[in-house]
């Protein structure tokens, strides 16, 4: 563990970054590789648990726009997490990696309901943990969800790990050229900016857990191998 800088850690994955170049549903050439570089982070001894998104499947605020009940949207929003929670659980498992699914919403047929003292108990037996089902409430998205269970947990930091996008920038660096990278903000920044890299309310439950989130691009290989030994790369939040 000489080498882990972060020895516990949320993972935020979001649903796109499943899709891979489709863009809808689930690449499954895409999720072995994740659960392959997962398994390498996993045998360094880091304890891991996982939030991911279900944006591979469908968006609530899409689904409100469309002209549906918001809350109803967002339900089936948090049913697609599930969805692909179960297939990176599959896909760890079959490499050999212990893996619990909890979920927000009880179901229990597929997946443990979420209870905090026995996630926790999980990530010390050395099993990684999914998060699934967002926070079980609608009007809440996946980020806040990884604000509030890296609280809960007690995590180290929140890896935030972006499909295609190095760290976080001025603008969106492909649409515009002048966009300027971010080695380093505050969580105050990413407010009082509109960054656009967690929404309003997961950046203020980190700024007040102080919990350090690094932005980073999942597409590169082992890049989250470097961010729980420290190496830098991509944007690190953290303080006021």
Do not use: C
Not at 162 to 190: C, E, M, Q, R
């Amino acid at each position: 563990m000489s080498e882990v800088k972060y020895k516990r850690v949320i993972l935020k994955l979001s649903g796109e970054a499943l899709a891979g170049e489709k863009g809808f549903g689930i690449n499954p050439p895409v999720i072995k590789t994740v659960a392959e570089e997962l398994k390498d982070v996993y045998d360094m001894g880091v304890q891991i648990a996982i939030v991911v998104g279900g944006g591979n499947m469908w968006r609530g605020e899409a689904g409100a726009q469309m002209g549906m009940e918001r809350a109803q949207a967002d339900y089936i929003g948090m049913l697609a997490t599930i969805m692909n929670a179960l297939a990176l659980q599959d896909n760890l498992e079959s490499i050999g990696v212990p893996t619990r699914v909890q979920t927000s919403i009880e179901m229990r047929q597929i997946a443990e309901p979420y209870i905090r003292r026995k996630a926790m108990r999980h990530l010390e037996k050395r099993r990684i943990v999914i998060f699934a089902g967002g926070t079980g409430s609608p009007y809440f998205s996946t980020d806040t969800t990884a604000a509030l269970r890296a609280a809960e947990i007690n995590a180290d930091a929140i890896l935030m790990a972006k499909n295609g996008v190095d760290g976080v920038y001025s603008a969106d660096p492909n649409k515009d050229a002048n966009a300027v990278k971010f080695d380093n903000l505050t969580h105050l920044d990413i407010i009082n900016k509109g960054l656009q890299v967690m929404d309003t309310t997961a950046s203020s439950l980190s700024m007040d857990n102080d919990i350090p989130v690094v932005v980073f691009n999942l597409n590169e290989p082992g890049n989250i191998r470097k961010v729980v030994a420290g190496e830098h790369i991509g944007t690190t939040v953290r303080g006021k």
